[in-house]
Structure formats: C-alpha cells, structure tokens
C-alpha cells in the first residue's frame, strides 16, 4: 500500500531537526526529514509552491531519498488577484493565468512521473449576498476545469472539495456540488479527492460520500486527518472518529480504490515531531485495516447490514475494535 504525506509537515519544530535552522526550510530539506518515517512512500508536491526547479530533477533528488512522487497539487497564491477567485475571477486576464498556472502544473506533474493533479479550488467562492452572479460563477469554473482536463487526458484531475475556507462559500462545497460539476464538465479524466476533515465539516458520512462518488464519478485521492467537524482541524488520523475513518477504509476497499492514502494533518500548527505524527498514522491505518479484514470475515456484520439492524452491528465493531 502506499502512503503518502503533506511536504509543509515537516517544517514543524524546525530546531529539532536543523540546530542551527533560520528562516523556511527548502523544499528538499522537508522532503530528506520526511524519508525518514518509516513505512512512507511518497510525497505530494504544491505546485508551484514546491517546484522551482526541473521537475525530472526534482522526481530524481525525491527518487534518491527512497520516496516516489503521488501526485501535485495546484495553489493558487502567486497573483494576489486570486483572492476573489481563480477559474472564476471576474477579470478574463486572470482567469486566463489561472488556468495557464494549471496547465503549467500538468506538464510539471507528467514531467516528475506522476499523473495526478489535485485541484482544490479554494478561492472560486463568494462572501457576500448580491457579491456575483451564481450562474456565471458556475460556468467559468466548468468551463476552466473542462480546459485542463483536456490539457492532458492522461493526466488524472482530481476535485478537492471544502465547504469554506479561505472564501466564506465555496463553489465546490460538497459531494453532491462536485459530482454536478463533474457531469456537466464531462471529461474522462475527471475525479474526486476526499479529504476526511473536510468532509465532516461538510456534515457528510465520509463512507456515504466515497460510495456516491465511486457511483457516479471516481474516487481519486484520499486525505486522511481528524477533526471536530467545525473547521479543517488536521488531526492524526482516528483522533477523533475512529470508527467513521474503518468505514471510509471499508468502502473504498470495497469500491477499488488504488491509490495512496494520504495523510493531510498539521503537526506544524503545533511544533510536534512531523516523523513521529507520521509514523503513527501510518500505523493507524494498518492497524485500521487489520479491522477492515476482520469485519469483512465476519457474516454477523453483513448480516446486520442487510437488516439495518445498528445495535447488532455496533457490537459486532466493537468486539472487534475492542476484544
């Protein structure tokens, strides 16, 4: 299995790493410290926070530390123009940029060896009642995610939705929303990256949001994290919702998901020891796994399933979980 990890974690407790350490650690300095946690495969890269150099020269300086690339990511802070949106900045030029600075990320993703683009579209929203027109907003994102995608049908795009954040309403809010926009997008290479903390705070099930992604469009990334559902909190992984985070593993198992899990937490936001959080959470998820199989070996709990009977299910879980 592979696991992959956030590159901005490990630029926590800096001194501990680097005694003598001033100012933001390089991105190749992150990615040394991150090939130390034990069981990590790969490293996701922000685009182009992460990638001023050659990017065949970056997947090789990657590939000597024993880690492989997953995927990019695309963020879009170079212009400050972007603040009032991306796809959907009511300015065509910057738009135009936009779009451009993801074709860009394409070819630098496909020249690192990956195929996979995450797009999290945070700034196309709005904050104000009467601030834009709903439909025309609505187009220009369809329009520019229908551009990228037929950049590159080999590369695989990837929506990560959240329900704010930095805008106070995102256009992408939800499964439901992003499955719409896929449809009416409609490109093949199109899918969906679910990030657990934001789906909570989507007030969605996360097995239930996988199970109507894999339904009608494609699951393609998986962020696992914690939270409380009221904000993007970062958490380690089953800190809070263990047995939600087993169901989200049951089902995209059961749905035939191959990639990654990666993990989107924030040991930075509080100076704790990045390879040490990592190392646990990859632990977790085996651990979470081991359930997984478990249960699937267990015709109590499909039995109870079928019924919908919650309380012989809850004990089936339990015993497992717990002895």
């Known amino acids: 299995m592979k696991f992959a990890t956030r590159l901005n974690s490990f630029a926590s407790k800096p001194k501990a790493e680097w005694p003598d350490f001033s100012g933001k650690p390089t991105m190749l300095q992150m990615a040394t410290r991150a090939a130390k946690v034990d069981g990590l495969t790969d490293l996701d890269l922000n685009y182009p926070d992460h990638v001023a150099d050659d990017p065949a020269v970056l997947a090789r300086q990657i590939g000597d530390l024993g880690l492989s690339i997953n995927g990019f990511a695309m963020r879009y802070y170079t212009n400050p123009a972007f603040k009032i949106g991306a796809f959907t900045n009511p300015d065509p030029a910057v738009r135009r940029e936009a779009i451009d600075l993801t074709k860009k990320g394409i070819d630098a993703t496909r020249a690192a060896g990956s ?7 945070g700034q196309d929203g709005f904050d104000y009642a009467f601030q834009a027109d709903y439909d025309t907003l609505w187009q220009h994102e369809i329009d520019g995610i229908r551009e990228v995608c037929a950049h590159d049908p080999d590369c695989q795009i990837s929506i990560e939705y959240k329900p704010n954040e930095p805008r106070s309403y995102s256009l992408m809010p939800d499964a439901a929303t992003t499955l719409l926009a896929i449809k009416d997008v409609d490109m093949p290479n199109l899918g969906v990256t679910l990030d657990f903390a934001h789906v909570l705070y989507a007030d969605e099930q996360p097995a239930f949001a996988a199970a109507l992604i894999a339904r009608y469009s494609r699951v393609l990334g998986v962020h696992l994290n914690d939270g409380y559902a009221k904000r993007d909190d970062g958490l380690m992984v089953g800190a809070v919702h263990t047995q939600q985070t087993i169901e989200l593993l049951r089902q995209i198992r059961k749905d035939g998901y191959g990639g990654a899990i990666y993990f989107d ?14 190392e646990v959470n990859i632990q977790t998820v085996k651990r979470m796994l081991d359930v997984v199989d478990r249960l699937e070996q267990d015709n109590r709990l499909s039995g109870a399933i079928d019924r919908q009977d919650a309380v012989s299910a809850q004990a089936v879980i339990q015993e497992l979980m717990l002895g």
């Open 115 to 121: 195929n996979l683009m995450t797009l999290w579209l």
């Open 265 to 278: 937490t924030f040991p930075d936001m509080t100076g704790l020891d990045p390879v040490h959080e990592c």
